[in-house]
């Protein structure tokens, strides 16, 4: 069973209030062209550890960020597949889950807790009149009573603000994929676009492709900062000069001291089409594999490129936007 009415809200952030008590949230009050919606985003976790994983993104630059800004405000119920605008901070390759870190939700000092953090951001887009924020959960309401936060009436909003697949086992009927959380607020006058992703350290990041449930072989406790990206994918010619077919590339680089066996890895891209490798790549060194056209492609419109390995599990992910592959003959490096 995944979330019931998955979708992305779209509007101006007017208000907010701290998460406190036994289950703490971080609310926002957002407006749209016709109602005010509450989106409720965890910030602390029933489960232990109790702390949250968060990354936050200060200019964030994926080809997601292109089809949202054409969406008209309000809540729009998305599909949850690839290739769509839908989160997945697995396959999207949104940002490097191994930079999430955990952090409490209330302690004492100024600018040190996800309250705090979330504050900032937010409070940053309300004081923008043009900024426009992008809330990705499961929407709720309308009730039949008014905001128990802000008093409108009537009461809705959004909340699993977070990741939603990979749960352990009290919250696994939740799981999906293409179903995950995130805030994304567009500042225009500073010509930047700041995301926020959250997730639950009890939760694991090798999920299966179908159901999103965790893959127990692949978990065993492992969070993100103890996982390694022994694979990179340092760059790739994104869009040639002539044709693309047959001459589009990807170099990578083993980042390990010992020979790595690709026989069976695969490089993937935006609508999972894949293209398999072979050959092993030597310690520190780059290998350079050129697309043959007939699988994978790289779309000149923005996309993604993931490595998977032998058991199809993701060891590397990349994005890249339409304007990063609008020059022809150029590589692009991911960093």
Not at 22 to 33: A, G, V
Not at 119 to 146: C, L, Q
Not at 207 to 223: K, L
Request: a negative charge; proline letters at 4%.
């Amino acid at each position: 069973m995944t979330l019931k009415e998955y979708g992305v809200l779209k509007g101006k952030a007017i208000d907010s209030r701290n998460g406190e008590g036994n289950s703490p949230h971080f609310q926002i009050l957002i407006i749209d062209d016709e109602w005010r919606h509450r989106v409720a985003v965890n910030v602390k976790s029933k489960a232990m550890p109790s702390e949250l994983l968060y990354y936050i993104d200060e200019d964030f630059n994926h080809p997601v960020t292109s089809d949202l800004q054409s969406l008209s405000f309000g809540f729009h119920e998305l599909e949850s597949r690839s290739g769509q605008i839908a989160l997945d901070f697995i396959r999207g390759n949104l940002f490097d889950i191994l930079k999430m870190k955990p952090l409490p939700h209330d302690i004492p000092g100024p600018d040190n807790d996800l309250n705090e953090l979330l504050h900032k951001y937010i409070a940053r887009a309300i004081a923008m009149e043009n900024s426009e924020v992008y809330a990705f959960g499961e929407k709720w309401g309308p009730e039949t009573k008014r905001d128990k936060y802000f008093g409108f009436a009537p009461g809705n909003g959004i909340h699993d603000i977070h990741m939603n697949q990979g749960n352990s086992k009290n919250w696994e009927k939740d799981d999906g994929v293409y179903q995950d959380g995130g805030l994304l607020i567009h500042l225009p006058d500073e010509e930047r676009w700041v995301a926020i992703f959250l997730a639950f350290q009890s939760q694991c990041f090798h999920t299966d492709d179908t159901t999103g449930h965790r893959i127990v072989d692949a978990c065993n406790g492992i969070s993100p900062e103890n996982q390694d990206n022994n694979v990179c994918i340092i760059a790739a010619l994104i869009n040639p000069k002539g044709h693309d077919y047959g001459l589009e590339s990807v170099l990578l680089l083993n980042t390990t001291p010992q020979l790595i066996d690709l026989t069976g890895w695969a490089l993937a891209d935006k609508n999972k089409k894949k293209a398999y490798l072979n050959g092993s790549i030597r310690a520190g060194e780059v290998m350079k594999y050129t697309l043959s056209g007939k699988d994978m492609q790289l779309s000149n419109k923005g996309g993604i490129i993931t490595l998977l390995d032998s058991k199809g599990l993701k060891v590397n992910g990349v994005s890249y936007t339409k304007n990063e592959a609008s020059r022809q003959g150029w590589t692009i490096v991911f960093h």
